[in-house]
């Protein structure tokens, strides 16, 4: 097959296919660039209207393609620049938070809200408000610590007293029971164990 016979328009169904231009195969036109005569133009337009009107439609969308193309193929330069500045998508991210937070401060609206609050923290009523959460907050603190002291003292008189000492006693009585005479460090086992634990295990 001789490459010069190849169809080479994108547009034509050939594509690709290696068809010799002798068949009788031609390029179809696309679908709404030609007048159709089973449609009659629009109401209120001529044939020469509707026409001009579908070649414009058909440049307008050749237009839009090459304007893709270019697109592409910027961004893809621009991913090339910024890879090779060692741009990653996070420094990229953070730089864009960094200058969208510097609009915010310059903006009017952030302006006017800060001289709000620059006003109502000067004003007489939240000095006032704070004085009185600066007293709420000092006399919970100080009911705090004389609950936290009068509990300690109460669970200390609680552990003198016999009731404790009994039940203290029990608990005693009954790990002695469950453990036996070992010590802390000696591995604890079940009480249903039957196989008695060597000390030195041979190997």
């Keep these: 097959m001789d490459p010069a016979?190849?169809?080479?328009?994108?547009?034509?169904?050939?594509?690709?296919?290696?068809?010799?231009?002798?068949?009788?195969?031609?390029?179809?036109?696309?679908?709404?660039?030609?007048?159709?005569?089973?449609?009659?133009?629009?109401?209120?337009?001529?044939?020469?209207?509707?026409?001009?009107?579908?070649?414009?439609?058909?440049?307008?969308?050749?237009?839009?393609?090459?304007?893709?193309?270019?697109?592409?193929?910027?961004?893809?330069?621009?991913?090339?620049?910024?890879?090779?500045?060692?741009?990653?998508?996070?420094?990229?991210?953070?730089?864009?938070?960094?200058?969208?937070?510097?609009?915010?401060?310059?903006?009017?609206?952030?302006?006017?809200?800060?001289?709000t609050l620059d006003d109502i923290t000067h004003s007489d009523a939240y000095k006032k408000t704070q004085e009185t959460l600066s007293q709420a907050g000092q006399k919970t603190t100080a009911a705090l610590s004389t609950m936290g002291t009068a509990l300690s003292r109460k669970i200390g008189d609680m552990r003198n007293s016999p009731t404790f000492k009994s039940f203290e006693d029990k608990m005693g009585n009954l790990k002695y029971k469950v453990v036996g005479q070992r010590g802390n460090g000696d591995a604890v086992s079940s009480p249903t164990d039957t196989t008695p634990t060597q000390e030195n295990p041979s190997f």
């Design 5 to 115: 016979s190849q169809d080479i328009n994108l547009n034509s169904p050939n594509k690709a296919l290696g068809v010799d231009r002798t068949d009788s195969l031609s390029d179809v036109p696309v679908e709404g660039a030609m007048a159709n005569p089973a449609n009659p133009p629009p109401p209120g337009l001529t044939e020469e209207e509707a026409e001009e009107l579908r070649t414009e439609l058909t440049k307008v969308e050749e237009e839009i393609n090459t304007l893709r193309q270019v697109l592409c193929a910027k961004e893809r330069h621009a991913a090339e620049l910024k890879r090779k500045l060692g741009l990653n998508p996070l420094n990229e991210l953070r730089q864009n938070l960094t200058r969208s937070w510097q609009d915010v401060q310059t903006s009017n609206a952030y302006l006017s809200a800060s001289a």
